[in-house]
Structures are given as C-alpha cells and as structure tokens.
C-alpha cells in the first residue's frame, strides 16, 4: 500500500496482466512500491459471473437502453419479466444491456443458438445474484449508502466521460445513441448502477469484516481449471523487475517537533471551540492530497492507513475532534464524519515538523555508509532492521519495467541481480529520503505460466467460492423464479 499523504512520488500505473499499485492510503509512505501480480486479469466478481457496476470512463461501456443482441427479434414488443427475485422483476432489457456491455468490452459471446441460450441463462443467473446482494444489503439497517457519496461519484464519472468529447453536442449525440435521451437521464442510470454498487460492496465489505465470509480452499483441479478459462485474455508478462530497498528518512529534531506539537495544539483548541474543520485544513494542512478537500480522506477500510492513525479514528464517534496524534509523517488533527461497520469516512488536518540542513545531511551521509557495508558484504537484511524506515515499502517483486517511476528506472537502468546500485533520492511531501536499492532479479518478457499466478489464483477464487456459498444459502432463503 502507498501513502495518500506524501504526494505522487511512485506512481506505479497497472499493464495489461501485472498490475502495480500507485499513491494510495497511507499505510507507506511515497518511497513504497508495490506490485499486485495479475489480480485484475482475473474474473473476481463478487457475483461470480457478474461485475459490480463500475461503468467505465467513455461511452462505450454504458450499455444501450435499446441494445439489440445476436439472435434477438428486433420486431417491437413490450419489456417481458425473465425471472423474479422477492417481489422484484428481472427484464428481458436488463440482459439485453448486459450482453451489450461484455460485448463492448470486448467479450466474444456465442453466435450459434445452442450458445445464445445458454449465454443468456448464465447472465440472468448472474442478473439474479447481482439483485440477491442488493436485497439483502438493503435489509440491514447497519449499511448506509448516502446521496451524497453517490452524487460525488456520479459528477466525477460524468466529469470523466464528458471529457471524451470536445463539444456539448457531440457528447449528447454519442449519449443518444446508447439510449439515452438526455444528460440528465443518463445520470439516473449512473446513480442507480453506482448505488446498487454500493450496496453490493458494502454487504461483502462487512461480511468479511464479520467473519461470514472465509475464503474457501480451492482444490488444485479447480485452480488449474480457472487459470486454463482465463488465459486467452492475460496476453504477455512484460519484462519485470524485483528489488529491495532500505529507504533512510530525515528526522527532525525534538525542538522542531516540540513546535508542531504546539501548533497542532493550538488548532485542536480552535476546532473545539467551534472553528470549522474543513476550512482549517485548507488554511494548515501540509498534506498535498487532501488540503484543497479540506482533509477529506472519504472511505477507508482498516490496514490502509497508519497503525498510529487507525488506532485513534477507528475508535472515536462522529464529530469528535481528536487530539493530535503523531504518526511518521507528523501530526495528525483527526474528526470522523460518518462510521460503516467496516470502515470510517474521516477528514484531517497534517502537520509535518521542519527538517533543517543538518539533518537532511546525516541521513545522506547514513545511507552512503550504508551502501558502502553492503558492498563490503554486510547482510542487507540486518542493515534493513537498524535503518530502513518502517513506513516504507521493504522490497518490491515482479514491477513491470516500463513502469518504474522515474527516480527508479534512472538509477537502476539494466543493473542485474545482485547490483546495489548508487543511493538516490526520492520526494516524499515537503522533504526527500534516501534510497539505497539492491536489485534482485528481472525475468524477460514471456507467456504467463500457472506457477507465476497460482498463489493470486488460489487467493481470488477461495473469495470467489465464499460468495458462491453465501449466494446459494440466499436463493434458499429467497423466492426466485425463472421464466423461460
């Protein structure tokens, strides 16, 4: 995980097979560098068939209200109800829009009528699961979805689409052509996707949480199975590179600390006193990510951020201002918003300490010394334990060369395995950290084996079997019917 706070230091954007994490929440800080294999390659719907609504940044994932599939009739006639969840319908049209956005997405869907039929079951199947989920999470009175988080998301992904077009005309045209007549009708659309998205996550966020839901070891057959079904669309592994690293941070001086403490002091006082937290961190904040929000850091789950910072928002109610809590980064003025069973949504204010010229060189100097043991044949790990910060990233495995941030990919250039390459520097907020790297290995370019993704494999589809469970005990509990 990368941190929120510091910036856009290791932007590692996800390939086509090996995706990489980028600035995240802040459980690292900016020297963090993470990799998460092939996970999104994977189909690790929480429907098992499914997505949960994501719609994509162009028009071409937003399905047509009056999309035609092979093998329909296109001869006029009124919606028909295909299947029936609780008291709830399930259209003829909803499949129609699903079939057309696989397809848009470049699924091969079959073209005989045998494969037709059985296409279409799979997907009201699906359709039925989807609505299942959005049932029972409306049935728990513990899982709130607002209009307000669902307004944000909906205005972002607007934002987003309508950037597509370079004229208001052109983009209402592409938007008619996928059926929808005006802006505003195809903002109902979004909102409603993106809630009954909401409703889904937050329902599986929470049975996790809850234990409900434990991964379900799947046999080696199944893997083996699962990873045949999804290889025609993993494509190549790029050339990759794997690294550890001992990042050595300036830190401030118990002077300069004592400072920011007080000032943090100041401003919890304030806020206590009535102020309003939103424009306080706009004015106070030091953190680059969410000062303009004013501190919003909205949704996070536990293990995302800090353990100093989770300790304390974790526990506090709505509205409380916390004290000043400091944390690698500084110190951190917190106030909750809202609270799920599973995660908070919360604001702060942070407050990084001043690092002076000395101590800026004392830990350039430490981490020469550093390097230097190491090329003299100190253990890396043992010079990892007494100096590496613990908020950073230990080592990084299997990142796509191509995506090496900056800093990286010009020091390491085509340094082999084994090399330690020169100490360097890297942004995090207001000041930098040093860098001393090791690489210890690269693999070429090359088709994706079994072995490479087996541990992701055994991982997605034991959470995939879980959901499959769950979902076969609601269709028990719940009337379903099928109409042919």
Not at 218 to 233: G, V, Y
């Amino acid at each position: 995980m990368t941190n929120r706070w510091i910036g856009t230091a290791l932007a590692l954007a996800a390939s086509a097979v090996w995706a990489a994490g980028g600035p995240g929440l802040a459980a690292q800080d900016s020297s963090s560098v993470t990799t998460d294999s092939v996970s999104n390659n994977f189909d690790s719907t929480a429907t098992a068939g499914r997505s949960a609504v994501n719609p994509g940044d162009t028009l071409s994932a937003v399905p047509p209200k009056t999309a035609v599939s092979p093998g329909t009739d296109t001869t006029f006639m009124v919606d028909q109800v295909v299947a029936v969840v609780g008291n709830r319908p399930v259209l003829a049209s909803q499949v129609e829009e699903e079939i057309f956005s696989r397809e848009s997405q470049g699924t091969k869907l079959p073209t005989d009528p045998e494969g037709i039929k059985a296409a279409r079951q799979q997907i009201v199947s699906a359709i039925i699961d989807e609505e299942l989920l959005v049932q029972q999470a409306q049935r728990d009175t513990s899982i709130k979805v607002t209009d307000e988080e669902i307004a944000s998301g909906v205005e972002e992904q607007v934002r987003k689409v309508r950037g597509n077009f370079t004229s208001e005309v052109d983009y209402r045209a592409e938007l008619q052509k996928a059926g929808f007549q005006t802006p505003e009708e195809y903002r109902r659309w979004l909102s409603e996707q993106q809630r009954r998205a909401a409703f889904q996550n937050r329902l599986i966020e929470k049975l996790r949480a809850d234990g409900k839901l434990k991964a379900v070891a799947p046999t080696e057959k199944e893997m083996r199975q699962f990873f045949d079904e999804q290889k025609a669309s993993l494509g190549k592994r790029p050339a990759t590179l794997s690294f550890r690293q001992i990042v050595i941070t300036p830190t401030p001086s118990a002077e300069a600390k004592a400072r920011t403490k007080a000032r943090a002091d100041s401003i919890v006082s304030e806020l206590r006193r009535g102020a309003d937290f939103a424009t306080a961190a706009r004015r106070f904040s030091q953190d680059p990510g969410s000062k303009e929000q004013g501190g919003s850091l909205n949704w996070f789950r536990r293990g995302v951020m800090v353990p100093e910072f989770e300790r304390v928002a974790f526990g506090m109610k709505p509205g409380v201002i916390s004290d000043a809590v400091e944390s690698p980064f500084g110190f951190h003025i917190i106030q909750v918003e809202r609270v799920q069973p599973a995660e908070v949504q919360a604001r702060h204010i942070l407050l990084v300490p001043d690092i002076d010229s000395v101590h800026v060189e004392r830990a350039r100097t430490t981490a020469e010394t550093v390097r230097k043991a190491l090329a003299a044949g100190a253990p890396f790990d043992s010079l990892q334990r007494l100096y590496h910060d613990p908020s950073a990233e230990r080592e990084a495995k299997d990142v796509p060369v191509t995506k090496l941030p900056e800093n990286y990919a010009k020091v390491i250039g085509t340094a082999d395995s084994g090399t330690v390459v020169p100490v360097f520097t890297i942004p995090a907020g207001a000041r930098e950290q040093f860098v001393v790297l090791q690489v210890i290995g690269r693999r070429p370019e090359g088709d994706i084996r079994y072995e490479d993704v087996r541990d992701r494999i055994r991982e997605q589809l034991g959470q995939q079997l879980a959901i499959r469970r769950y979902l076969d005990r609601l269709r028990k509990a719940t009337y379903v019917e099928i109409r042919t």
